[in-house]
Structure formats: C-alpha cells, structure tokens
C-alpha cells in the first residue's frame, strides 16, 4: 500500500511516540520524497518540524536547528503563523536545556507573538512556561510569576487542567523563592487538589515535598515531616532519582532544625552518591550545598569551605539559582575564619 506525504508523517509521530527515532526518520524522509511536498509547503514544513524533533532527540542539536529554522521559514512563508510558533518553541525547548537561556528567551518572545496570531492559546501557554522557567533560573522571580500567570490563563481558557497544575506548582515555587510564604501555600494547595483530581503521582509527589519545604520556613517541622513521609511512600511507585535527590534535601534540612546533624549527613551522603551515579549535577550541587551547612553547624569549617566550594562550580556550571547563596554563605564562613585567626 502506497501511502501519502501526509500519511507518512502521521506514521512517524506515532513512531516518535514510542520512542522509535530511527523508523520515524525513514518515514519523514519518505514523505520528502512524494510528489505533493513539492508543492505542498506546509505539508514540507510538518515533515521538517519532526525531523527537528528526531535530531533534537538524538543530541544532534545543529541538524535539529537547522531543521526548525527551515520549517519556520517554510511555515512563514504561507502565513501559518501556529506552525512556525511550534516550530521556534521547540527550537526555544531544546536552547533551554543545553543551558542557552538568552537565546531560549529570545525565541519563546517570537514564538509567543506567532501564537497569538495564531490564536491558538493552548500553543502560546506552552511557551510561556518555558519562559516563565527561564526567569526562575535566572533568580527573577517576580518576573516569573508574571509570565506563569499569564501561562496560566492560557491553559484555563483551553481547558487544560492538568497543565494548570503544574504551572500553579511553578507559582507556588516562585514565591517560595522570595519568602512569599502565604501567596506560595494558597497556589501549592490549589495545585495538589488538581493533582489529586487527575491522579498525576508525580505532581502529587512534587507538592508534597514543597509544601514540606515551606512549613519548613514556617517552623512547623511536625507538619514537614508528615509531608516528607507521604512522599517517600509516593518514591516508592514513581522510582525516580531526580525526586528522590529533592526528597533528600528537604528531609536533611529537617533533621538539622531538629539538632540532628548525624542523620542529615547520612541522608546526604546517600544522596549525593546516588545524584553522582545518575549524573544530576544540579542535585549534586544542592546536596554539596546542604551539607556545607551541617558542616558549619558541626563546627567544621574545614568540611564545610570544601563543600561550599564544590557546590559554587557546580552552580556555575548548571546556573543553580542557589549560587547566590552558596558565594554568601562562603564569604561568611571565611571572615569568621579570619576573625578567629585574628583573635
């Protein structure tokens, strides 16, 4: 059976679905080759998106630019602004996760106007996360509230609840950020109870934890603790190491609210052998920063200068919005040291 242009693009999408790159790739070549892609631009603009795609995720990133440029340029070029908007957002997509956020920013901005033309507000919500996130690394959090709740009423007025959750998580995270503690627990609850509805473990097990986080800001560790208990249970079905390396950090800075340094060096030193054994630098970092924490509190200034040290590389290599931070915290241990030596 001969199968179109379109039919064959169809076909690689669902091979992209289960993970079979390889397959889609001689499909969405395929489809170059048939006679309506000559003529067809959108059609020719599809197959390059999804060519973008497959380089995208087999690390190739200058094919897969390549690729997204031309299905823009393809897609401009005949006025289907929805197609280069999907077009530059994964291009934006895949700058944000190689680190490159300027570039990301820039491109989530054209995107965004694209799909606003487009009116297509589910599309323009996706992209405004992307840039909401980008403003979060970047320490701005007031920035990024803006932009998550203008993401947010996208994916209100199309319905996507689930999506709604997420980004509420994100809101609630941001204002965790700067202390705003009331505004943080109003948009963590609001976005547990979507979870809840839509049985998504995996944000359940997010909001678990950050709440714990935040009653830890609050003081409450019994309430902390009772979260950190819920969400190891969660750990258990969801088997992920990256929520397991968050769940590690919170529940070390709860031991050390309650005097119990040995047990968060424990916790952490499981952690950070766990973060370095799946390559999660930024955890990694988070950990080497925590436990230069109950390093000092232990009076070990040594230990703990080494691991705020190792922590600060590793923030500046994954732009860690601890950095910060951890500089401050340094700076601090090593006027105590001098003072000490002076005295």
């Known amino acids: 059976m001969t199968h179109d242009a379109r039919q064959l693009l169809d076909l690689a999408r669902d091979w992209m679905k289960q993970g079979n790159t390889t397959v889609a790739f001689q499909l969405l070549n395929e489809a170059l080759k048939r006679k309506e892609t000559e003529t067809d631009k959108i059609v020719r603009g599809e197959i390059s998106k999804e060519i973008g795609r497959v380089h995208m995720q087999t690390g190739e990133w200058n094919r897969a630019e390549d690729a997204y440029n031309q299905a823009t340029s393809l897609f401009l070029e005949n006025g289907h602004f929805k197609g280069a908007a999907e077009s530059v957002r994964n291009l934006a997509n895949m700058k944000f996760q190689l680190g490159q956020f300027n570039d990301s920013n820039s491109l989530c901005e054209k995107a965004v ?158 952690a950070l052998v766990k973060a370095r054994e799946h390559n999660l630098l930024q955890h990694e970092a988070e950990i080497l920063y925590e436990a230069g924490l109950a390093a000092i509190e232990q009076g070990q200034a040594e230990v703990a200068r080494s691991r705020l040290e190792a922590a600060i590389t590793l923030f500046k290599k994954t732009g860690g919005a601890q950095l910060e931070k951890a500089v401050n915290k340094l700076k601090v241990l090593e006027t105590s040291a001098k003072s000490a030596v002076r005295v």
Not at 113 to 133: E, H, M, P, V, Y
Not at 200 to 229: F, P, W
């Open 113 to 270: 106007n694209w799909a606003t033309n487009s009116g297509d507000f589910q599309l323009r919500a996706t992209i405004l996360n992307t840039q909401g996130a980008i403003k979060s690394i970047e320490g701005k959090q007031k920035e990024s509230i803006k932009i998550f709740k203008l993401c947010l009423s996208d994916f209100r007025r199309s319905g996507n609840r689930l999506r709604e959750a997420y980004v509420l998580h994100n809101i609630g995270l941001a204002h965790l950020e700067i202390n705003e503690l009331s505004q943080a627990a109003r948009a963590l609850e609001e976005a547990l109870a979507l979870a809840l509805e839509s049985k998504d473990t995996t944000l359940v097990e997010l909001c678990y934890q950050n709440m714990a986080k935040l009653n830890l800001r609050r003081g409450d560790v019994v309430a902390a603790r009772s979260l950190i208990k819920a969400a190891r249970q969660l750990l258990d079905t969801l088997k992920s190491p990256n929520l397991e390396a968050d769940l590690a950090i919170i529940e070390a800075e709860a031991m050390r609210m309650t005097g119990d340094l040995s047990g968060a060096e424990k916790s952490l030193e499981e």
